[in-house]
């Protein structure tokens, strides 16, 4: 099984590169034959690396460890959930999932294409091979990237998955993000297509479309997952360090927002062409920088996998193609993609769309520049070379720093959005414009009695300009949904109106649940990150020790021992919960210890509406500890960061819902 495995891989590599010269021989010498002919290939490539994939997943169901794969990352305690969980736990499965996802969106694409076999989707598919080819080539060439290697110490106690990763955000969080990255890479494809091709109408943008939103869509759902799971599981009191792994899968999602609303407008109203263009290679091209941090261990992070020379080798060659091709298309395309007049006046959606791809690129621009330029221009040992490969341990910017600009470009950001929904086309009358922005103004000014006088809100300006800020911006969803309403009502009730304001344009629909979303993510990231109380403990493990944090007093009750997964096993210390004197809750934090002799603290979290109260051992202990040291917070309004990220995918999955073909319209987001 495992030379099956192997040999498929090297199948897939091969027809990927049939399918690239094929597609590429029948654009240029516009043959239809030709075209389909790499479209076989593709079916080709697709069936070769389902077949991989099929090997190594039967291999961890079926626990068998002759596979190294299988034996790193599972043993025969797991449940079946994760030994799938296994395929992509580590570096080898991860390329094998992605390579998998890019030969389903190829085949797809191909299969839908078939009949007509045109240049420009011919021309997509041929780049989403050129990437498949690459991470084949990876598989192919570099043995820490190959899953299908046979174990030489057989027998011997598998390693299994890490405990960390025993959790159901983390077992869903990497397909997500793969996928998110993958749906990305297709709105490259036919933007490349078409410049290849030299087509300068919207019909790239639209073919794309729907799966710029599924792959951003799929990119949120994989970050919020990730961000849960640093919040449940890591123990370390938040859920968004800032570590380089993490920066950079925001760093696309940002130009990916983006590029939503500029494809949306692209094909509607014929502008921003040249933005849309340049978005879509950057966004997938900030995926690869992302898989290149992650993968290639050269900027240190406590996410990253190991330093191996081939792995950089290929993996910053193909970053480097790709923005030189990318760029060097762009420029010699230039002038055919200048759309209509682009702004209106400064009182318009025209320029405040423009204003928020402003920010929104300048927000990614300055992380890609903390997280990826400052490591490594201050870094004093060699990151590329023909022999050694050293580790950056050039300089890191610190939390502060990131928080310094990305809470205000987040508030800009978020003001931009809502501001969109409220000016007019081209220009913006002085009345229509007080109509407009009344009643989120009065909405904005009535909530400063509010925050005043309920709460710590006034400790930080800077915070509580943002609240103000999100309570405006929340407003003015609600009334451009308002607005709709009204104007679809007619004669007939509100709720009427209302229902005909959802009904009418999935699209319109989508961008209330998404820019709702948003509010709620932008108000639970000022409460939980700007209001965070935090404070840690060191007391004796004796009945009715106390700590205390805010309202919250915590009182020892005891130990007591249990059993885990993998054989762990469990010490919990309970602790009575008490709020402004009122016990509200027994919570127990406890250490785990895993056969491997791996040790882990696991936190519990109190969770209400508006605060969650997050208990965690500094360091792990056992039942003959005489002392416990734990660290305590409180985050405000934390809660309204998981409410708005599903909010986010489920606007998403509002414009991807199927439509009746006679009522079709692009699947975007509408400012």
């Known amino acids: 099984m495992i030379v099956l495995g192997r040999l498929a891989v090297d199948l897939s590599l091969v027809l990927s590169l049939a399918g690239v010269l094929f597609l590429g021989l029948g654009m240029g010498r516009h043959d239809r034959r030709l075209i389909r002919n790499g479209y076989y290939a593709v079916y080709g490539f697709f069936l070769a690396t389902v077949v991989a994939g099929a090997v190594l997943l039967s291999a961890f169901l079926n626990k068998d460890f002759s596979f190294l794969y299988v034996w790193q990352n599972s043993d025969a305690s797991l449940s079946t959930f994760y030994r799938v969980a296994g395929f992509w736990a580590g570096q080898q499965g991860s390329f094998l999932l992605w390579l998998l996802l890019l030969a389903v969106v190829a085949v797809v694409i191909a299969l839908r294409n078939l009949r007509e076999s045109d240049r420009l989707t011919a021309g997509a598919v041929m780049v989403i091979c050129l990437v498949s080819a690459a991470f084949a080539t990876l ?16 027998g011997a106690t598998p390693q299994g998955l890490n405990p960390l990763l025993l959790h159901p955000a983390m077992v869903l969080h990497p397909p997500a993000l793969f996928m998110g990255y993958v749906g990305l890479a297709v709105p490259f494809a036919f933007a490349v297509s078409t410049l290849i091709v030299g087509r300068a109408d919207s019909a790239w943008v639209e073919r794309s479309q729907r799966w710029t939103v599924a792959g951003w869509a799929l990119l949120s759902l994989g970050i919020g997952l990730g961000a849960w799971w640093a919040y449940v599981v890591l123990s370390w009191g938040g859920y968004w360090g800032w570590d380089p792994v993490e920066s950079t899968s925001l760093i696309p999602w ?5 590029l939503l609303h500029s494809a949306n407008l692209s094909v509607k109203r014929g502008v921003f062409k040249r933005w849309t263009l340049c978005l879509a290679a950057a966004t997938f091209w900030l995926t690869l920088v992302a898989t290149w941090v992650t993968r290639s261990g050269v900027i240190t992070s406590v996410h990253a996998f190991e330093n191996r020379p081939t792995l950089v080798h290929i993996l910053s060659t193909f970053v480097v193609t790709v923005a030189v091709a990318s760029a060097a298309l762009i420029a010699a395309r230039w002038r055919r993609f200048a759309g209509e007049a682009e702004l209106g006046s400064l009182l318009s959606r025209d320029f405040m769309h423009y204003l928020t791809n402003v920010a929104l690129s300048l927000f990614a621009g300055a992380i ?15 990151w590329w070379g023909s022999q050694t490969f050293v580790t950056s341990n050039g300089r890191s910017v610190g939390p502060q720093t990131f928080k310094m600009f990305a809470q205000p470009l987040g508030v800009v950001v978020l003001l931009g959005m809502a501001l969109c929904s409220l000016l007019s086309w081209r220009h913006t009358e002085g009345r229509k414009l007080w109509r407009a922005l009344l009643w989120p103004a009065l909405a904005g000014v009535l909530s400063i009695p509010l925050f ?45 109106g209302l229902w005909r304001a959802l009904t009418a344009s999935r699209t319109r629909t989508a961008g209330f649940v998404a820019h709702a979303g948003m509010v709620l993510v932008v108000l639970g990231l000022l409460g939980s990150n700007v209001y965070k109380v935090e404070s840690h403990a060191y007391l004796a493990a004796k009945p009715g020790a106390q700590a205390a944090i805010g309202a919250y007093t915590l009182r020892f009750a005891g130990m007591h021992a249990g059993g885990g997964p993998q054989g762990s096993q469990r010490t919990y210390a309970a602790f009575a919960v008490f709020k402004d004197g009122r016990r509200v809750a027994t919570l127990q934090p406890r250490t785990e210890v895993y056969p491997s002799t791996q040790e882990a603290v696991r936190a519990v979290i109190l969770g209400s509406a508006g605060q969650d109260l997050f208990v965690a051992p500094n360091a792990p202990f056992t039942s003959a500890s005489k002392n416990i040291s734990l660290q305590l917070d409180v985050f405000p309004l934390v809660r309204l960061v998981w409410a708005g990220a599903l909010l986010l995918v489920a606007g998403a999955a509002v414009s991807l819902w199927p439509r009746p073909r006679r009522a079709a319209e692009p699947a975007a987001h509408e400012a």
Request: charged residues 10%; positive net charge.
């Open 139 to 154: 598989m192919v060439f570099d043995p820490g990237s190959q899953p299908f290697v046979k174990n030489a110490t057989l």
């Open 254 to 258: 940002l130009t990916a927002t983006a």
């Open 368 to 382: 890609l520049f903390a997280t990826v330029v400052v490591p490594l221009a201050t870094s004093n040992g060699r």
């Open 452 to 496: 005043v006088f309920t709460g710590n809100w006034t400790e930080s300006l800077g915070g509580f300009a943002g609240l103000v800020a999100c309570v405006f911006a929340g407003a003015a969803v609600v009334e451009s949904m308002v607005v709709r309403a009204r104007m679809m009502a007619r004669d007939a009730g509100a709720l009427t």
